[in-house]
C-alpha cells in the first residue's frame, strides 16, 4: 500500500512541478507589461460593470493568497476606489489565480476551472456591489499603508526568472504537501467510504465543507491536488468545490487582519460572504 502511495505521490508531484514553474514563469513575464497604475485610474474612472471586470482582471494578474491581498485592498481604499470595486478585487483576489486555474485544468478538466472561473467571477461582483449597496462603506477603519505601490518592473528574463523562484519557495511546498495528501487518500483511504459518506447528492455536505474552510489557511495550490483524488475517489464535485473557495476566500489569518482595517460589522459580512460565494458555487457545481 506504501509503495503505491509513494509512486502516486511521485507521480502527482512531478506533473504539479512542471505546470506549476513553467506557467508561474510565463505569469511573471506577462506581469512585466501590466500598467498597474492605469488600472487603478480605469477602476476609478469607468461605468460600475467596467470597473468591476477590471477589477476581476486586476485580481487575476495579482495572485495572491488572501492574507497578502490586505496590502493590496488598503491601498485601493486610500486611493479613492469605490468600495464595491474594492470588494470585488478582495473577494476575487485570492480565488482566480492563473497558475492554479491552468493546474486545476490539468486535472480536473477545462469545463470545472471555466465554470469555477466565471462562477466566482459573477459571485464576486454580486457580492461587492451588494455591500456597497448595503452601506458597508462606512463600516472601513482609516487605516494608510505607507510605502505600498504596485511594482512595475521592466521585461527581463532575469527577473521573470527570479520572481519564478521567489514563488517556489513560497507556494511550492503548499502544493507539495497537497501532493502528498491527496496520495495518502489514493491510496489508504477505501473508494467505499469516500463514494458513501461524501459522494451522492448529501446537500448538506456543501455548507458544511464551506463552514470547514472558512477557519483553515489553505492555500489553492493544496486543495487541488487533493480535490483530484477525491473526486476520483467518488466525493462530489459541489462540497469540493465549497471547500476550495471557502479555504481560499477566508482564514483567521486573514480575518485577523481584515479585523485592523475593518469594523466588527463589515468582518462579520465578509465572513459571512465568502460562506454564501461557496456555498452557492457549491450547489451550482451539483445541477453543472
Not at 464595491?84 to 480536473?108: N, R
Not at 477566508?250 to 462579520?268: D, R, W
Request: hydrophobic share 55%; glycine share 6%.
Amino acid at each position: 500500500m506504501w509503495f503505491e502511495v509513494f509512486k502516486s505521490f511521485l507521480w502527482i508531484a512531478l506533473e504539479l512541478t512542471v505546470l506549476f514553474i513553467g506557467i508561474s514563469f510565463i505569469i511573471n513575464i506577462i506581469q512585466a507589461f501590466i500598467p498597474y497604475d492605469k488600472m487603478e485610474q480605469l477602476m476609478e474612472k469607468s461605468h460600475p460593470l467596467v470597473s468591476a471586470l477590471i477589477a476581476i482582471l486586476f485580481a487575476f494578474v495579482t495572485p495572491f493568497c488572501s492574507c497578502s491581498t490586505i496590502p493590496v485592498v488598503v491601498n485601493l481604499l486610500n486611493n479613492r476606489i469605490r468600495f464595491g470595486i474594492v470588494m470585488i478585487f478582495l473577494f476575487s483576489s485570492p480565488v482566480l489565480d492563473p497558475t492554479i486555474l491552468t493546474i486545476m485544468t490539468a486535472l480536473l478538466g477545462w469545463k470545472v476551472a471555466l465554470y469555477y472561473t466565471l462562477i466566482t467571477t459573477v459571485l464576486s461582483i454580486i457580492i461587492g456591489f451588494s455591500l456597497e449597496k448595503l452601506g458597508f462603506e462606512k463600516e472601513v477603519k482609516n487605516v494608510l499603508v505607507k510605502n505600498y505601490m504596485a511594482e512595475k518592473k521592466a521585461f527581463n528574463l532575469k527577473n521573470a526568472f527570479s520572481e519564478t523562484i521567489t514563488l517556489i519557495k513560497t507556494v511550492y511546498p503548499y502544493l507539495l504537501i497537497g501532493a502528498a495528501i491527496g496520495s495518502i487518500i489514493h491510496g489508504a483511504v477505501p473508494t467505499e467510504f469516500i463514494a458513501q459518506y461524501f459522494g451522492g447528492d448529501n446537500w448538506w455536505l456543501v455548507p458544511i465543507a464551506a463552514i470547514i474552510g472558512i477557519p483553515l489557511y489553505i492555500r489553492l495550490s493544496t486543495m487541488i491536488p487533493i480535490s483530484q483524488i477525491m473526486i476520483a475517489k467518488g466525493m462530489a464535485l459541489g462540497p469540493v468545490m465549497a471547500l476550495i473557495i471557502s479555504s481560499a476566500g477566508a482564514s483567521l489569518p486573514e480575518v485577523t487582519l481584515l479585523n485592523s482595517i475593518f469594523k466588527k460589522k463589515l468582518v462579520f459580512a465578509f465572513v459571512l460572504s465568502v460562506f454564501s460565494m461557496s456555498t452557492i458555487s457549491g450547489f451550482l457545481f451539483y445541477f453543472i
